[in-house]
């Protein structure tokens, strides 16, 4: 009787555990899932900035050292993203993020620039790509956090070591590279089909 | 089959949940894996489907949603009745919407929703 009453627990115990396992894998998923989303954008942006350099080396006047950042930021950024080491990409995004901010504000004060066709459609597609950028960012930092939670509270704490589960990074653009300039405002006054951004 | 009275009782705490901004209260009326759609999810999330399915990811995305919109308030117009579904016509953040939940067998909980917005 007492050996049915210990086999009896031990399935109950062994179905419990599957089911937390099966539901830490799919919150480990979901972070991979979320992060692919942002990786796709990143991509996508990191494809316009050759383009918008290009333009703005036309304008003699256009600041060689603002350029050269951007392209320094872009080769960081993209070297975190194939290592992927999302405290790499974080940092190198805000110093993109700042050197975008740059051109922006640089753009303003020259008119002829400004009007220039092709650098308000790559400003138009950089600012909406931003955007959603930031979107898709908030929502990765969330299933991170729900994730990280998840493995560190009890009874689930157990199965995520037993199993090897480990904490995820959260996507933090470093704030320092961005502090002088109000990247969004500057992206924002760019956006001409801005995404409206409520869910 | 779906009662008019229970659809209607859905619909009454269904609205008062968001309206409380309890994400815990609001993920109460769905099955831990139900899957829910919407254009926006396709927006923020990025999920080209337009889908997400669990509740751990789709409170993600509604955390979001509530952290955005201090003020969301949502007012029912109709509740229309189906087989195994309901369908709630309300007033949302941005204008009138339209939500159809799918129900388990047998169940309270819902297994499958899907949002429409004007």
Known sequence: MTAYVF?????????????VYNGLVV??????????????????RHDE????????????????????RIIAARAGAK???????????????????????????????????????????????????????ADRREFYNECV????????QL?????ARLAGFKAA?????????????DVRSLFNDFSAQRLERLP | MITREFADDFAREWIAAWNSHDLDRILSHYAEDFEMSSPYIAQIAGEASGSLKGKAAIGAYWKLALARMPDLRFQL????????????????????????????AGGHHVVKAAAHYA
């Open chain 1, 7 to 19: 086999l009896a627990l031990a399935a109950v115990l062994l179905t419990y555990a599957v089911i």
């Open chain 1, 27 to 44: 919150l480990k998923h979901g972070v991979s899932k979320a992060w692919s989303n942002i990786d796709v954008l990143l991509k996508q």
């Open chain 1, 49 to 68: 900035l050759p383009k918008l350099v290009e333009v703005c080396k036309q304008h003699m006047q256009f600041e060689a050292v603002t350029l050269e």
């Open chain 1, 79 to 133: 070297t975190a993203m194939d290592k992927g080491d999302v405290k790499g990409v974080g940092a190198a995004e805000g110093m993109l993020r700042a050197g975008l901010g740059g051109v922006m504000a640089t753009v303003e004060a020259y008119p002829e620039l400004r009007a220039n066709q092709s650098l308000q459609g790559l400003l138009g597609r950089i600012t909406a790509l931003e955007n959603a950028i």
């Open chain 1, 145 to 152: 956090n729900v994730n990280n939670v998840r493995i560190e």
């Open chain 1, 155 to 159: 009874p689930d704490v157990v199965i």
């Open chain 1, 169 to 181: 990074e959260l996507l933090e653009f470093d704030e320092g590279e961005i502090r002088d300039v």
């Open chain 2, 77 to 104: 117009v109709s509740t229309l009745v189906g087989a195994q579904s309901v369908t709630l016509y309300y007033r949302g953040a941005r204008g009138m919407a339209a939500e159809v939940f799918f129900f388990e």
